[in-house]
Each structure stands twice: as C-alpha cells, then as structure tokens.
C-alpha cells in the first residue's frame, strides 16, 4: 500500500543524496543543487503509453514551467495495485554551474486502486501552488472514481483528439465548462497559429468592414472525418462571424492535406481571404491579391501543453467554442 508519508520521506532523502553527490563532483564555490516548483503538475496515463515519449514531454516542460510532477499510470487489471517510486528530473542551464532539479513521482494504480488515488496525490500537493490535472486516458472521464480525482486539481487539461467519439468529448467539455474549475482542450491549444494569422488579416480595415458582408466561409480538413482542430476552427469562425451580425454558416469540406488544410473567406469580390497549408509548416496566405508565406511548428503535446501551463484564468473564446463545436459534432454524426 502506497503512504504518502512514505512519498515524503523518500523525496526528503533524495534533496539530501543530490545534494551530497553535488557537493562531492563539484570544486567551484556557489555550484550546488536548485530545487524549483512553480505547480504540482499531475498525468494521468494508461500503462500502455510509450514511458519515454510521455517522459520527454514532461522534462521539457520542466525547463519553462518547474513542478512537483506526479505521473499516474493506470494499469488494466481488477487487482488492487498501488505502487509508487521518486526521482529527480535535473538539467544545467547554459552558462551555469549549478543544476536545477524537479520532484518526479510516479505512481502505478490499478483501475480498481483509482479510489485510493485522490488520498495519495492531495498530500503530496506543494502548498500555497496551483495542482494542474493531464488526463491523457479518454476512459478516466467514464468511471466513477473520475469525480473525486478532478476535484484535486485547479485546472483540467484533456485532449478530445483522443477520445473515439468527438460528441462525447464535447459533451465532456460542456460539461465541466459548468463548473469553477479552469478546464483546457490541447485541440483547441493546437489551432492558436491558424486563429491568430486569421486575426492578423482583420487587422486591415478593409477586409475589417467586409467581415458582415462574408458568403462563404470554409474549414477544409485533410483527414477521414473532421478532427476536433477542424471542428474548434469552424466554431471560432462561426462566432466571429455571428459576434459582426453575419449569417453565414461555416462549412466544413474535405480534402487532401493535414488535420486543416485551409481556410477560405469570400465576400464576393469584396476581400477574398486565404489561407492553406503548402505543406512542411510552411503556410500561404492571401487577402485581397496579397499574399505572404508563414510557417506553423509541427503541432505536439508539449508546444500545446507549454502554451496551456501559461493560461491561468478562463478563455472566453474557448468557453464559447465548445458548445458550437458540439452542435458540428452532432451534425456530423
């Protein structure tokens, strides 16, 4: 049975063991051992997941964001299994001689164990700072003990592109939204680029007054069906749209090309907006027979991530994405 007195104690003796290994390898006065925690970052995981994938994500994000990090992994059995190990993750930044270091627990349960598991975590919560919740396991959302284990943390972070019915996710979302508790979609995180360059055009005034006077507006997506990127864009679109007392609906049409492949705005003549992926990153962008090149980074957990460790109030935009992209989800169906 996993304590977490016994947690405690054993992060208590590894500060100590790093800190006498440091004292013994170094031979300059100031060099030493920096403990540093802006949150207690918790990932809840299935067993399955690649450990060295998911740990790399994690000591990136260390570097910008310092935390107590508890990885839970859920093992598929109806035994009662709670196990748990300590260590640090540690790097030296450029120019320095003295090591930063961050707490690492991880924690394996069963799904049987899922109960014990707010029992275990909240004690080893860092008083006084924000615990930031990362369900990477679409399954947790459906089991009883899910309730007990959100309630741990001050934000929730899923990803509905995990998830095998997108509605259910939104459903999720909506959900949650309800409630206190700050609550984040990495699908949502992963189109900031394409809603920011849409923003960026409106900045002419010009294709500003044209905004009402749009007839046709397209989200083009490259995979089998509307991924949750293409289904967010089209509902942000079709916000904009409405917040400026257009009636035009935004449409969502397949092609060839990644998750999004373009977006086109058309008022007749009037400012005609594009902007398509050209494949590598590289992204072209025309308005009104303008038209300039940009470059979107390859789209992963930790760019998403980064961005949503940063955000510590309520997203209006994301707040009223989510219940037009679950009207899209169900048209879909």
């Not at 909506?174 to 055009?201: F, H, N, P, Y």
């Not at 089209?234 to 090309?257: I, M, R």
């Not at 707040?319 to 169906?333: F, G, H, K, N, T």
Request: hydrophobic letters at 40%; aromatic letters at 6%; a negative charge.
């Amino acid at each position: 049975m996993v304590r977490p007195e016994k947690i405690l104690k054993e992060l208590s003796n590894l500060w100590v063991d790093l800190g006498h290994e440091e004292q013994q390898e170094s031979d300059t006065a100031g060099a030493g051992v920096l403990r540093a925690c802006s949150m207690t970052f918790v990932t809840i995981a299935d067993e399955s997941e690649d450990p060295s994938n998911l740990g790399e994500t994690v000591a990136m994000l260390m570097k910008e964001h310092p935390s107590r990090s508890v990885l839970i992994r859920l093992r598929p059995c109806d035994d009662q299994v709670l196990e748990s190990r300590v260590f640090a993750q540690c790097w030296m930044p450029f120019g320095q001689r003295r090591q930063i270091c961050c707490e690492q627990i991880e924690i394996t349960a069963s799904l049987a164990s899922l109960d014990d598991v707010p029992g275990v975590v909240l004690p080893l919560a860092v008083a006084d700072l924000p615990v930031i919740l990362w369900s990477r396991s679409p399954r947790l959302f459906d089991m009883p003990a899910f309730p007990r284990i959100a309630a741990m943390c001050d934000k929730l972070i899923l990803d509905t592109d995990a998830f095998t019915s997108e509605q259910h996710a939104f459903d999720l979302l909506s959900a949650e939204l309800k409630g206190e508790r700050l609550v984040a979609d990495l699908a949502w995180s992963r189109i900031t680029r394409w809603r920011e360059t849409v923003s960026q055009i409106f900045v002419n005034e010009e294709c500003l007054n044209a905004l009402p006077s749009f007839t046709r507006v397209v989200v083009e997506y490259g995979s089998a069906k509307p991924k949750p990127e293409a289904i967010y864009l089209a509902a942000w679109l079709q916000n904009c749209l409405s917040a400026v007392g257009s009636k035009t609906h935004v449409d969502l049409l397949h092609s060839e090309g990644p998750v999004i492949s373009a977006v086109t705005l058309s008022a007749g003549g009037t400012c005609d907006v594009s902007i398509r992926s050209a494949g590598g990153g590289a992204v072209e962008v025309s308005a009104n027979r303008l038209s300039t090149k940009s470059f979107f980074p390859e789209p992963s957990d930790y760019l998403a991530l980064q961005e949503e460790l940063s955000i510590t109030r309520r997203d209006p935009a994301f707040d009223a994405a989510v219940p037009v992209a679950s009207q899209y989800a169900r048209q879909l169906q």
